[in-house]
């Protein structure tokens, strides 16, 4: 996957002259990729793709596909697929009308069209329903007529945003099984919008996590949740207890920071030397009950204040020197007899606490 499909060049966007939603991106997704934009409200991902589609333009930078620049080139000529979170279906349409509607702009033949509409509805699971009317269908029907619509003529890519977004959970997650069904079958090349970390984690090649039109990292799901760059990444991606305090003692790839309770031994990501404020972190599943092995790094003292109880997991509040972290644990029933107010010994390994630098 290393020939890309998609290149952003010193792409830059405003809306109103001022602020930039999107900041000099510098991007490529590869051919094949599944690839999220994952970020908040505001964060440029939506724009990014609307860029790509031809529904927006650059205010400075280019756009290439395939090698080729598309920045100047209208929407309807880039042989792109947009799925989109309303499904943007014609309520009048059968289902095999809505799917022939992007062929029939292209002038093809009747008898090619009913069969790629046979192939796709075959691709999403829905041949037998060309006769319905949109408005029969139910919404997760609707969303797999959307992206049969988006794969009918073979485009380069497809561009998705937030197309799970008006789903209930249950259907949300069987959809996302789906849509990444279809991907590893076609080896078609995606990229996907979504402010829903789970989602990208579950469904992405690579995701690139943006904040205020910026890129602050690019990562496979793993790389993203076990080695975050950045304190934002860290607090965003995944559940994180983040911590702020300033280094003591700074040695290589190591650090020691100075919290009210005790030290704490750290993995240094970015400038984080002696004196320097940081925000460091450590995921609740990683937290552990002492054992007295030795093999924890970071032991504390701490006082449960809450264990919430979800059925294949506990979460567990612990307060620690007036800070409260949270565990995160599988269903034992060891741990089911903890009580609040309870007092516990709990800390873990320095690997996987990391310590972010902060700029001055």
């Not at 309303?86 to 069969?115: C, D, S, W």
Request: aromatic letters at 6%; a neutral charge.
């Amino acid at each position: 996957m290393n020939e890309p499909v998609v290149s952003f060049v010193n792409v830059n966007k405003t809306y109103d002259g001022k602020a930039l939603v999107v900041d000099d991106l510098n991007l490529s997704v590869h051919r094949g990729e599944f690839l999220t934009l994952l970020g908040s409200s505001g964060s440029g991902k939506t724009s990014s793709l609307m860029m790509v589609a031809g529904f927006e333009m650059p205010t400075s930078g280019d756009i290439l596909l395939d090698g080729r620049s598309i920045t100047r080139l209208p929407a309807y000529r880039r042989n792109i697929g947009v799925v989109f979170q309303n499904y943007a279906l014609f309520p009048h349409m059968t289902v095999a009308e809505n799917l022939a509607f992007p062929l029939q702009a292209r002038k093809v033949g009747k008898a090619e069209i009913v069969k790629k509409v046979s192939r796709v509805l075959e691709i999403v699971r829905l041949t037998g329903y060309e006769a319905r009317k949109a408005t029969q269908l139910s919404g997760g029907q609707q969303q797999r007529v959307a992206l049969a619509r988006a794969l009918i003529f073979d485009p380069a890519l497809i561009l998705m945003d937030e197309p799970l977004g008006a789903l209930d959970r249950q259907l949300r997650e069987a959809m996302q099984y789906e849509i990444k069904h279809i991907h590893d079958t076609l080896g078609i090349s995606v990229i996907y919008v979504t402010h829903d970390q789970d989602e990208a984690l579950a469904m992405s090649n690579r995701v690139v996590v943006l904040e205020k039109g910026k890129i602050e990292q690019v990562g496979t799901p793993k790389e993203l949740y076990e080695t975050p760059a950045t304190a934002f990444v860290a607090g965003f991606v995944g559940e994180n207890n983040c911590m702020k305090g300033r280094v003591r003692l700074a040695e290589s790839d190591r650090c020691v920071i100075a919290m009210p309770w005790g030290d704490v031994s750290a993995i240094t990501v970015g400038p984080a030397g002696a004196g320097r404020d940081t925000t460091w972190s450590v995921r609740p599943e990683r937290i552990e009950f002492d054992s007295g092995s030795g093999d924890l790094d970071n032991v504390y003292d701490g006082v449960v204040k809450d264990v919430v109880y979800l059925g294949d997991q506990i979460r567990i509040y612990v307060a620690i020197g007036g800070n409260t972290f949270v565990l995160k644990v599988t269903n034992k029933s060891e741990l089911a007899v903890l009580t609040i107010g309870q007092r516990v010994k709990v800390g873990w390994r320095a690997k996987d606490c990391r310590a972010f630098g902060l700029p001055h």
